[in-house]
Structures are given as C-alpha cells and as structure tokens.
T-cell receptor, first 116, second 114 residues
Framework: DAGITQSPRHKVTETGTPVTLRCHQT?????MYWYRQDPGHGLRLIHY???????DKGEVSDGYSVSRSKTEDFLLTLESATSSQTSVYFC???????????????FGEGSRLTVL | AQSVTQLDSHVSVSEGTPVLLRCNYS??????LFWYVQHPNKGLQLLLK??????LVKGINGFEAEFKKSETSFHLTKPSAHMSDAAEYFC????????????FGRGTSLIVHP
C-alpha cells in the first residue's frame, strides 16, 4: 500500500472555527490532491499541487486554502468552517506514467469533518 | 477541458449475472482512464486503468473495460457478479502532458441481489 496518511481522521467543529487537515506521503510523488466526497457528487477536486509551493484551484475551492512547503506534506485549511463544508475529505497522490499517460491515484483513508 | 459521465447512478443485478457499468468521457487530448471501487466506509481502490495501447484492459477481481475511442466510452464489465462486488464505482479521466488533473464521474452504486 502507498504510504499516505491523513490527519485527523475524524473531526467535529463549530461554524466559524479554522480547521486544518494534513496529508503526508512517503512515496515522493509530485502530484497531490484534495477532494471532497458528498453523496450524489462523486469526488470533487478542491485544490491540487504539482510541486513544492506550486498549487492551483480545483472546481470547489471557495472557502479552502492549501499549502505545500515540503514534497511530503499537503495541508488543507478551512479558514472559517461552515456547515456546507461538512464532508469526507480525501487526499490523493500520483506520478506521471510517461509523457502521454497519467499515473494512477493513490488515496488516503479519508477525513470525516462535521461542522455544527 | 475534460469530463466524465457515468450513465447510471444505480445498477442492480443478481448474483451470478453479468455486470455492465457505463462511462463516457470527453477529452481534448489522449486520455488516461481509470475505474476505482469504494466499499462502504472505505477508501478508494484501483480496479483497472487504460494507460497504454491495449484497448481491452483487465483488472482485479475479474473486472475488465474496453477503451473505445470512436464512442468515447470506457465501460466496465464482469461476467458474473458476486455479493462482494456491491460497492460504489467511479470512472476517472485524466489528461497527461500537463498538470494531470483527474476528473471523477458521479459514481455508480452496484447492488447485488442473492
């Protein structure tokens, strides 16, 4: 199994509080992603990173920020949590297979966040 | 731009009968295509991937998929369903040569009846 750990795995917080989720990898993969999973929506990309200090927005980035100061760590921050951010958050990593084809994603076990 | 459409939100089969989960994609460049499975309250596991010249791809647990460029499809099949196949299945498209942003379909829930 790929070495990806997410922390915390479960968190309950109140509206308006800041929350940081951490993703740590031991695979030295270049690409890292944060997705949220909600019923009926599949996995939607929040932010992604293609290298240290290189990040970009996904389709549902409003209310989220990320940082990647080291290859192995990718942090997702909710500056002021809202109830609509209650979700399961997955971190994933990948590496390119070759110039044409992308490599597969390896996933963390998920972080369940509840915002009251 | 790229997108993926899973044509069925739910598929119900009887144990021992064939499984077909449909996926269509849109991509401006040569796509990489994947199927992932998620069992209840679990993470996602790779079933199979199309990332080479072979258009018929075999995966784990007897699943396979065929890449059809003319139909922009990548349907997942299995000859005989097992109770343990009951799960959520996701089709994913990613385009290489750039930032490798994988895009997920909304998922198909496979229900297997005894």
């Amino acid at each position: 199994d790929a070495g990806i750990t997410q922390s915390p795995r479960h968190k309950v917080t109140e509206t308006g509080t800041p929350v940081t989720l951490r993703c740590h990898q031991t695979e030295n993969h270049r690409y890292m992603y944060w997705y949220r999973q909600d019923p009926g929506h599949g996995l939607r990309l929040i932010h992604y990173s293609y290298g240290v200090k290189d990040t970009d927005k996904g389709e549902v980035s409003d209310g989220y920020s990320v940082s990647r100061s080291k290859t192995e760590d990718f942090l997702l921050t909710l500056e002021s949590a809202t109830s609509s951010q209650t979700s399961v958050y997955f971190c994933a990593i990948s590496e390119r297979q070759d110039f044409v084809f992308a490599g597969e994603l390896f996933f963390g076990e998920g972080s369940r966040l509840t915002v009251l | 731009a790229q997108s993926v459409t899973q044509l069925d939100s739910h598929v119900s089969v009887s144990e021992g009968t064939p499984v077909l989960l449909r996926c269509n994609y849109s991509s401006s460049y040569s796509p990489s295509l994947f199927w992932y499975v998620q069992h209840p309250n679990k993470g996602l596991q790779l079933l199979l991937k199309y990332t080479s010249a072979a258009t018929l791809v075999k995966g784990i647990n007897g699943f396979e998929a065929e890449f059809k460029k003319s139909e922009t499809s990548f349907h997942l099949t299995k000859p005989s369903a097992h109770m343990s196949d009951a799960a959520e299945y996701f089709c994913v498209v990613s385009v290489g040569g750039g930032s490798y942003i994988p895009t997920f379909g909304r998922g198909t829930s496979l229900i297997v009846h005894p």
